[in-house]
């Protein structure tokens, strides 16, 4: 089973920040496979980015992700007061598994 | 408008059985996976298996299989996830969710959640 780990646990940010994200896997990832889903409290997840770096429907530009191989970035390039959630990688492969989370909250 | 609603909250005890359901809306239900995913309180999500209502098609994570079973009714566009005999370990939100098929990279992530059913077992 693939391990996903995520890094920073809490970024304290402010609005206007730049917010960088890290996911790591215990062995290589399909990029094709790499998924980011962002989660506020008492709601389901929401999928932010397919496939590494493909936006999902809906998903304001300043969000975007990247990388290959066993390092995943997501960036937030300018945070916005909604962006102050918990978000979660997720690789599809067998079994597909989710990262420990990262939680960005104001600073 | 494309939907998946889950049934309510439960609170059952140890060793009862229990099915919770998933009912999809505004798509065509069987053209798209249905997962079932387990959330643990203050944890990240875990990806417990994955229904194709078609044919049934069915996959477990091995950390669930034999623990679970996941059905569906395509005839009422409902996707199930059931426990024989519930733990107090048991105690979770689980969600469904929609994965597109085929092999392309929006087929590799869950497009549409539930709302959630949030299960809690008394020992």
């Known amino acids: 089973e693939i391990v996903l780990t995520q890094s920073p646990g809490t970024l304290s940010l402010s609005p206007g920040e730049r917010a960088t994200l890290s996911c790591r896997a215990s062995?290589?990832?399909?990029?094709?496979?790499l998924a980011w889903y962002q989660q506020k409290p008492g709601l389901a997840p929401r999928l932010l980015i397919y496939?590494?770096?493909t936006r999902a429907t809906g998903i304001a530009d300043r969000f975007s992700g990247s990388g290959s191989g066993t390092d995943f970035t997501l960036t937030i390039s300018r945070l916005e007061a909604e962006d102050f959630a918990v978000y979660y990688c997720?690789?599809?492969?067998?079994?597909?598994?989710f990262g420990g989370g990262t939680k960005v909250e104001i600073k | 408008e494309v939907q998946l609603v889950q049934s309510g909250a439960e609170v059952k005890k140890s060793g009862e059985s229990l099915k919770i359901s998933c009912k999809g809306s505004?798509?065509?239900?069987?053209?798209?996976?249905i997962g079932w995913v387990r959330q643990m309180p203050g944890k990240g999500p875990e990806w417990m298996g994955i229904?194709?209502?078609?044919?049934?098609?069915?996959r477990y994570s091995p950390s669930f299989q034999g623990q679970v079973t996941i059905s569906a009714d395509k005839s009422i566009n409902t996707a199930y996830l059931q426990w024989s005999s519930l733990k107090a370990s048991d105690t979770a939100m689980y969600y469904c969710?929609?994965?597109?098929?085929?092999?392309?990279?929006?087929?590799?992530?869950?497009?549409?959640w539930g709302q959630g059913t949030m299960l809690t077992v008394s020992s």
């Open positions: 496939g590494a770096s």
């Open positions: 505004g798509y065509s239900f069987t053209s798209f996976w």
């Open positions: 997720q690789q599809y492969g067998r079994p597909p598994t």
């Open positions: 229904i194709y209502p078609f044919d049934s098609d069915t």
């Open positions: 062995q290589s990832v399909s990029s094709t496979s």
């Open positions: 969710a929609r994965k597109p098929p085929g092999i392309a990279a929006a087929s590799y992530a869950f497009d549409v």
